[in-house]
């Protein structure tokens, strides 16, 4: 059988001009020498001109560099394969000699030095729209703007459908422009048909569940799935293909990125015909940056491929039980994951930073650590060990899904109803008692299992409020339901796949004050998700307690990057472009920029302090490319940033 390519159903063919209007001009004549054209005449002219954009903001994307000689008042479309940067093009043929440092600092300013202005000219397929966009740091005038705008509209075919991308609110429309010119990244977000999440390819077999079937319908470790919906959890699969859009850091990518399984979201989907034909059956799933295709498959194939992934090499986790007294995040660091888990030693890293100003960055106040010590203890004291032991030796319980999720529930009962040691109980009331001003905390679970080289855990394990004034919500109850949370069904799978040694597992826990009514709350990952080696975070923000990664009733975030200089932080000069608003926002900015410019401040010199390790070694990849994934919220009475969570990405 064929592949299916969803290409196919997005309108590639309209590069071969069956959707677009007759050209007015004929097309050039073109050889595989050229290296631009002066103008676009036809479809074809831009097929031949086209390549990918540089930033992946959006799928199914073509686009075209350009450049404007305002010393000769030439335009050129620039053949972009052979030159995916405009400094290539504007040094080897047009001869420009100043050198790349002198190029970006001068060409992309506006004190009158300039000789070029420069532009990406993008082709979004399924919403037929062409739009002139610029560098984010480039200080075009308007007038520039403008100008370009003009001699661009007088050279290509399509100057009915060429637009202004307007990133934000206050982005002026340039004189002389009809404000019909400009097009909302909402709008052009709203017309993508489809989303590649996490690349790769994969072989399962491909079943079908809606929102209401999904809670109820058993899923093996070899399906693939596909729904009209986000769903809030993820059974272990071979990857997931869904009818709704998803944002880079919604649980689903998040899991799959942590997984290594293909994800991708295309609104027909659900009910494509082509797609329908192959539920139920033993597919091969393939997600590329701007298709993905999907076909019948070969048993042998798919047992091979699973067999490859069975044999990654497994891992023993540090596991420390010598510290036996409550912790203050003062006496931990990032040093201090084997006793006390990594959610924990991370926070406590964060409290060590000073910012240029001296003053730390905000933290929930009142924070302290329960090292797993005392986890180990209960068991012990319970006799709960043994139980724990049976389940791992026992290759019939772990490899059958049934007796696995009863034999685990069984467990997390026992660890809830087993008593907690008075001692544990009066010393963590003490110290809550010492934090004035808060009656409620959060206790958050903090493992071996979560944050390590491979494997983050994310969402796998519960967080729980405990009161001092609250009979429903007892100090004790709090901690043993994060104790237990270590031992539910889908973190054990996802523990298994990692090839992890369950029984070297334990649990911390990590207790701040519990935040009262948020005006907003987001997850920043510190780099460009959607282009390498260049200076920004991506971050996603939604109203109130509203979820970022667990979205409900299609509710989508405010997603942006926040651009940066290369010389930051002595020009804190950033530039936020956003590539969608909230849903639940009128789709108007959350954020005020004075917020964001500290937010950002925050996030800069998280990023720093984990780049570098003790003594200064380099821990990762290059700095831009390096990440942390942090959460935070923003207080509804005070609008203060509170940073809630860092982990590497």
Not at 13 to 33: F, H, V
Not at 38 to 48: E, M, R, T
Not at 278 to 299: H, M, N, S, W
Not at 473 to 478: L, T
Request: with cysteine; aromatic share 12%.
């Amino acid at each position: 059988m064929n592949p299916y390519a969803l290409a196919l159903l997005l309108g590639v063919c309209i590069l071969a001009g069956c959707q677009q209007k007759p050209a007015t001009l004929p097309c050039t004549q073109k050889t595989p020498a050229e290296n631009f054209l002066s103008a676009l005449s036809c479809p074809s002219d831009f097929a031949f001109l086209q390549g990918a954009p540089l930033s992946q903001h959006f799928s199914q994307v073509d686009a075209i560099k350009l450049v404007y000689d305002l010393n000769t008042n030439n335009l050129y479309f620039i053949h972009t394969e052979k030159y995916p940067f405009h400094y290539a093009f504007c040094s080897e043929v047009l001869h420009y000699s100043n050198g790349l440092g002198q190029f970006n600092t001068v060409e992309y300013g506006h004190k009158g030095m300039r000789r070029f202005l420069l532009a990406n000219l993008n082709h979004y397929r399924a919403s037929q729209i062409y739009t002139l966009e610029f560098f984010a740091d480039d200080l075009i005038t308007p007038e520039q703007i403008a100008l370009l705008y003009q001699k661009t509209g007088e050279r290509v075919y399509f100057k009915d459908k060429l637009y202004l991308v307007k990133h934000a609110d206050d982005d002026p429309v340039p004189p002389g422009l009809d404000p019909a010119c400009i097009v909302s990244v909402d709008r052009l977000f709203a017309n993508q048909q489809y989303q590649p999440m996490v690349t790769g390819r994969t072989y399962g077999y491909l079943q079908k569940a809606n929102k209401f079937q999904f809670e109820n319908q058993s899923f093996s470790a070899h399906d693939i799935l596909l729904t009209d919906f986000l769903p809030n959890d993820l059974p272990f699969c071979q990857g997931i293909i869904t009818a709704a859009f998803q944002t880079p850091l919604a649980h689903i990518n998040i899991l799959s990125y942590n997984r290594k399984t293909p994800n991708c979201a295309y609104k027909k989907a659900w009910n494509d015909p082509e797609i329908q034909k192959l539920v139920g059956k033993l597919v091969c799933y393939e997600v590329l940056p701007d298709t993905f295709y999907i076909r019948e498959a070969r048993q042998s194939d798919a047992d091979f491929h699973w067999a490859l992934k069975a044999k990654e090499p497994g891992r023993t986790l540090a596991c420390d039980l010598t510290q036996k007294e409550l912790l203050d995040i003062g006496q931990i660091d990032r040093e201090s994951i084997p006793y006390v888990g990594a959610k924990a030693a991370n926070f406590a890293e964060i409290d060590k930073i000073r910012l240029p100003d001296n003053r730390k960055i905000p933290l929930p106040e009142g924070a302290f650590a329960i090292p797993f010590y005392f986890y180990h203890q209960h068991l012990v004291q319970n006799g709960l060990q043994a139980q724990i032991d049976a389940i791992l030796n026992s290759d019939s319980i772990c490899y059958n899904r049934s007796l696995l999720e009863m034999a685990l529930n069984d467990l997390r009962k026992k660890i809830n109803a087993a008593p907690l040691d008075p001692r544990l109980l009066k010393k963590v009331t003490d110290k809550l008692k010492s934090t004035k001003g808060y009656s409620d905390f959060r206790f958050r679970s903090s493992t071996n299992a979560e944050d390590i080289q491979g494997f983050t855990g994310a969402g796998l394990y519960d967080s729980k409020t405990g009161s001092l004034t609250r009979a429903d919500k007892s100090i004790d109850e709090a901690i043993k339901k994060v104790w237990a949370s270590l031992w539910s069904l889908r973190a054990f799978e996802e523990r298994m796949n990692a090839h992890i040694d369950q029984s070297s597992l334990a649990m911390g826990v990590l207790v701040h004050r519990a935040f009262g009514a948020e005006e907003a709350n987001g997850v920043a990952i510190t780099r460009d998700l959607y282009r390498a080696d260049y200076p920004a975070f991506t971050v996603n923000t939604q109203i109130g307690e509203s979820s970022v990664v667990l979205p409900e009733n299609q509710a989508t975030p405010e997603q942006l990057l926040i651009k940066y200089s290369r010389k930051y932080p002595e020009n804190d000069k950033f530039i936020f472009e956003y590539i969608s608003h909230s849903s639940l926002n009128d789709y108007k900015p959350i954020m005020q920029d004075a917020e964001l410019r500290t937010l950002t401040n925050y996030l800069y010199a998280i990023k720093e302090r984990f780049y570098y390790a003790r003594g200064g070694v380099v821990l990762g990849p290059d700095f831009y490319n390096f990440a942390m994934d942090i959460e935070f919220k923003l207080d509804k009475s005070t609008r203060k940033i509170y940073i809630k969570q860092a982990r590497p990405y």
